[in-house]
């Protein structure tokens, strides 16, 4: 898919569905992706966090929940926004 092409309402919504709740954030990421804007910078402790919740088996919410943090929180961690303490 050609990035320059993208409708990124389309893209949103699907990633919405998939994600099963709505992501406020999600439509000036994808804006920022279409124009070029670089992208933020994933981390160890990022990638360690999501492998740690993909491996259990729980959801974003659900894992944010078992560590007693908010999911915004945690999505930001694995979405690379900010880094884990």
């Not at 994808?30 to 402790?45: D, H, N, Q, S």
């Not at 919410?61 to 999505?75: C, G, Q, Y």
Request: overall charge negative; cysteine-free.
């Amino acid at each position: 898919m050609d990035i320059k092409k993208m409708d990124i309402e389309a893209v949103a919504k699907a990633i919405e569905v998939d994600a099963g709740e709505s992501l406020p954030d999600l439509r000036q990421a994808l804006k920022e992706a279409k124009a070029g804007i670089a992208g933020r910078v994933t981390t160890p402790e990022q990638i360690l966090v999501r492998q740690a919740r993909e491996k259990s088996g729980l959801t974003q919410a659900m894992f944010a929940e078992r560590i007693d943090t908010p999911v915004a929180t945690l999505r930001d961690w694995e979405q690379g926004r900010f880094a884990p303490p």
